[in-house]
């Protein structure tokens, strides 16, 4: 199965990222966490990443691009993965299909996540994140076991650097110039199917799955 998850910052893609992966057993592929994860150990690439992630914008497209080419030759994603945030833009969309191209591979679904502007700004500032798994929960809506500690793996919650709101407003609209477009342009390739984001998550996740088996 290889899916690509699209939607807006808040939208879920990450959350039903990982339940996708516990089903099907396959990699969820994510940008954002890859780009984070550089960040933290301080590499070239992560340094020169911050900025932009901090500020709201999007990391410039061969950075990301290559990122993703390297990921996608890696022997866990023979099966399949779940693109998580990529592509992001139409020309990180075209580079996408000249890598899968080059691998034989084809995407079986682009699945769109719905959900409200003022919803996603109360999933993300609620929102709280394993300092050691990156796993995602919410202070109402996916409250953790303990407060404070993850479920996987009892790391600290923290909350993400680019969750204040004024950053969040930032990655909305820059979802809206940059990323919506991809909806339409996966429609056109037909494989888009749109998923309402704003049930609930276990729910989302159903409609995910019916919407796999439709196709
Ligand atoms: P990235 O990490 O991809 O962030 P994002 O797209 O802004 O999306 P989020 O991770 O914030 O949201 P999500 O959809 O995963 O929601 P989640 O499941 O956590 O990117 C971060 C930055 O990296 C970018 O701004 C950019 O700078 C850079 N970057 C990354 N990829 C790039 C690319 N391809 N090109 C260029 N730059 C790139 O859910 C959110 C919250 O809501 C959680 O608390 C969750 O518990 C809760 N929740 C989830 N589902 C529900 C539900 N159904 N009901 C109620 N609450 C819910
Ligand atoms: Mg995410
Ligand atoms: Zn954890």
């Given at each position: 199965m290889k899916l690509i998850l699209l939607g807006p910052p808040g939208a879920g893609k990450g959350t039903q990222a990982k339940m996708l992966t516990e089903r099907f057993d396959i990699p969820q592929v994510s940008t954002g966490d890859i780009l984070r994860a550089a960040v933290?150990?301080?590499t070239p690439m992560g340094v020169k990443a911050k900025s932009f992630m901090d500020a709201g914008g999007l990391v410039p497209d061969e950075v990301v691009v290559g990122i993703v080419h390297e990921?996608?030759?890696k022997d866990d994603c023979v099966?399949?993965?779940?693109?998580d945030g990529f592509p992001r833009t139409v020309p990180q969309a075209d580079a996408l299909k000249q890598t899968l191209a080059a691998l034989d591979k084809n995407l079986d679904k682009?699945?769109?996540l719905e959900v409200d502007t003022e919803a996603l700004i109360g999933r993300l500032t609620g929102r709280r994140t394993c300092r050691e798994c990156g796993r995602g929960f919410h202070v109402t809506f996916d409250v953790p076991e303990v407060e404070g500690k993850c479920d996987s793996c009892a790391g600290e919650l923290v909350q993400r650097d680019d969750d204040q709101e004024e950053?969040?407003?930032k990655r909305l609209e820059v979802y809206g110039q940059q990323t919506m477009p991809l909806v339409d342009y996966y429609r056109g390739e037909g494989l888009l199917a749109t998923v309402d984001g704003m049930l609930d998550i276990d729910?989302?996740?159903?409609?995910i799955l019916s919407a796999l088996r439709a196709s």
């Open positions: 933290k150990e301080g990921r996608l030759q099966k399949g993965f779940i693109l682009v699945l769109s950053t969040i407003r729910v989302v996740q159903a409609e």
